[in-house]
C-alpha cells in the first residue's frame, strides 16, 4: 500500500497557491500502521495557541527562513509538536495547498509514514493529545458530510468528519478529503 500511495502522489500534478498576501505553511500527514490497519495520526491543538484553538489538524506551522523548504516546515513542526524526529519520517509525497479561510495561510501537506509505535514527547503548549484514525474508519460515508458557506460574499465548499466524538474540520478536512480520494484510488 504505501508504494501505491507513494506512487500516485508523485504521479498527480500538485496544486499551488501563490498569494503574497497570505503566510505560508505546512503541515505533516502522517501515516502508521497498527493493529493490522493503517491509520492517520491527527493532533488537538490546545486553546493557548495563537490560532485554531482546540482544533484537531495534522502537526504543522508557519514557514521559517531557516526552513529553506516548506518540507522542513513540516518536519521541524511535527518534531516541536509531538516529537518527532525528522529522520522517523519516510516522506511519500505531497498534496495540493490548501488555504486557510480565517487566518490567512496557505498550508503545504506532506504525507509521511512513521514509526509505531513511537516516544512521542507533546508540546503541552500547543498540543492538548493526539488522536490515532484507521483510515478505513474516516473512509467510511457516515463520516463525512459536507456543505456550502457564504464568506465574503463566495461559496465555499466546507467539509466535514466525525471521527467517534470529534469533528475535523476546516482546512485540515480538505487535506483530509483529498488524502482519503488518493488512498481509495490506489
Known amino acids: ?10 504521479e498527480r500534478q500538485i496544486q499551488r497557491i501563490n498569494d503574497s498576501k497570505m503566510k505560508i505553511s505546512a503541515v505533516l500527514v502522517p501515516v502508521f500502521f497498527k493493529a493490522g490497519q493503517y491509520h492517520l495520526l491527527f493532533i488537538q491543538r490546545t486553546e493557548r495557541v495563537k490560532n485554531h484553538k482546540g482544533q484537531i489538524s495534522f502537526p504543522g ?11 522542513n516546515t513540516a518536519l521541524r513542526e511535527a518534531e516541536e509538536e509531538i516529537g518527532l524526529a525528522p529522520k522517523n ?48 474508519a474516516l473512509l467510511d460515508k457516515n463520516c463525512f ?28 478536512a480538505k487535506i483530509l478529503k483529498q488524502f482519503l480520494e488518493i488512498y481509495n484510488g490506489i
Do not use: C
Open 1 to 10: 500500500m504505501i508504494e501505491h500511495l507513494r506512487n500516485a502522489l508523485k
Open 61 to 71: 506551522g508557519a514557514y521559517e527562513k531557516t526552513d529553506g523548504l516548506l518540507l
Open 89 to 136: 519520517v519516510e516522506v511519500l509525497g505531497e498534496l495540493d495547498d490548501t488555504p486557510t479561510t480565517t487566518s490567512n495561510y496557505i498550508i503545504s501537506p506532506f504525507v509521511g509514514v512513521i514509526p509505531y509505535p513511537y516516544a512521542f514527547k507533546l508540546d503541552k503548549w500547543e498540543t492538548e493529545e493526539l488522536i490515532e484514525a484507521p483510515i478505513i
Open 145 to 172: 458530510s459536507e456543505s456550502i458557506t457564504i464568506q465574503n460574499g463566495e461559496e465555499i465548499d466546507t467539509y466535514f468528519f466525525k471521527y467517534g466524538d470529534r469533528s475535523i474540520w476546516g482546512a485540515t
